[in-house]
């Protein structure tokens, strides 16, 4: 398959760090027996490959700024253009020895994102999308889930630690979606989550309080499927919403008046 110059830089620069990823996710799974855990090696691998990926990203584009998780914003010369990248999006899983966890990367230019990639290193999986060009898992084309019933949707959601968000909504969220979906599943990636949406298999996702890093890639996945990505109250998408909501039109609408729903019955009570 012909690709861009672009996406060929940042899967280059993906590709590199996976290699690391990989070795240390393997020897995650030894360390799962010992008493101290893989913990702080877990950490070291993170901030491996965010230094891998700025590495090649600035090599191959002098002067665009670059914003990681790990290491925060470094302001380039070039103030049109910046990568915005999470090394390990699903840390906890990597931590557990669960092979769901991915590499993000996007590229945002004067404040529209342009191009995106999320790339799980065991599944081999590689989501690449280009604005105006498609999104494409591999080699093949994707398209957002045609079904149009709640009933027969598969959802994604965020099942936040106590200490990182709004228990109560979540559970009453969690409840009233329950109630109308075919099945709600939480992956706990949620570069993957947006992937997925735009690949189909999951026909819708939410999740509050997310940061830039965890969604860039995925919002311009889930566009390029033809597919609807907003904050929680229908607006569209910035990178510093406190909450997104994807799928496709018709499950988006109605998943976003369930949503809403839910927010009015806390108040009034
Ligand atoms: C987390 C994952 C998780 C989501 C969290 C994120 P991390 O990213 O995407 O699915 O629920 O909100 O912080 O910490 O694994 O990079
Ligand atoms: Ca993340
Ligand atoms: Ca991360």
Redesign the pocket.
Known sequence: MLRSALLNVMIKAAHKASRALKRDFGEVEQLQISVKGPASFVTAADRRAEETLRAELEHARPGYSFLG?EGGLHEGTDKTHCWIV?P??????FLHGIPH?AISIALEREGTIIAGIVYNPVSDDLFTAERGKGAFLNDRRLRVAARRELSQAVVAC???HPS?GDVILTRNEHAAVQQKVAGLRR?????L?LAWVAAGRLDAYW?H???P??IAAGVALVREAGGFVTDLHGREIELKSSGILAANAAIHADMLALLSEVRCQMTEV
């Open positions: 998780e999470d390990l999006d699903g840390t906890l899983n966890f965020a099942l936040p990182r992956f706990g990636a949620a570069a989550d999740e309080g997310l940061s890093w965890d």
